[in-house]
């Protein structure tokens, strides 16, 4: 009974494989199967950047520029050529990381200056003034600044815990280039 199933099987095996139709194409093997299936991706409706005109090329214009102790100050503006009358102004501090002196580890602290006016800038500027003569303060606010009473430095940190240190001197230096801006609260 065992050889009676196992010829039918095989006799079944035998006929399937010779009504498979013969291709017409040469490249095309008997074991592969030409299918085409219709397009049925839909295009993703166009994003709201898509109806956005355009802004033209942009221009980094640099108003006023200064280096003190490890700080490179920057009052900056980005200008857009088809949109001028759409000028963003920014006031960049960027710094190395005195914790990682052999590698590059770059600080930054960024205020924005809309209409000439910038309260979070002047009053960066005046919690330096205030670091300047107060000793064991701490002023959190996107950025800390701290003093210690066993040194005259100031510490500036920024929000990942980058940080590097200004002198009195340095400190006196970065208030009146803030406050010559001509940046009003």
């Known amino acids: 009974m065992l050889k009676k199933v196992f010829l039918l099987l095989l006799s079944i095996a035998f006929v399937s494989c010779t009504n498979v139709p013969k291709a017409t194409d040469e490249s095309v093997t008997a074991t592969e199967e030409i299918t085409q299936t219709p397009l049925t991706e839909e295009i993703p409706p166009a994003s709201p950047e898509d109806h956005l005109p355009d802004r033209g090329a942009r221009k980094e214009i640099t108003i006023k520029k200064a280096t003190i102790g490890p700080f490179n100050c920057e009052y900056q503006g980005i200008v857009y050529t088809n949109e001028i009358e759409d000028t963003t102004f920014y006031v960049f501090m960027t710094f190395d990381n005195f914790k990682y002196q052999h590698i590059s580890d770059i ?58 240190y200004l002198t009195l001197n340095q400190a006196t230096k970065m208030s009146a280039w803030i406050r010559s801006l001509g940046v009003t609260k």
Request: aromatic share 12%; net charge neutral; glycine share 6%.
């Open 107 to 164: 600080g930054i602290r960024s205020f924005s200056v809309e209409d000439r006016k910038s309260k979070e800038l002047l009053e960066f500027a005046d919690n330096i003034d205030s670091a300047k003569t107060t000793r064991g303060q701490n002023v959190t606010w996107k950025y800390m600044i701290r003093t210690y009473d066993f040194t005259k430095d100031i510490t500036i940190e920024d929000k990942d815990g980058r940080y590097n």
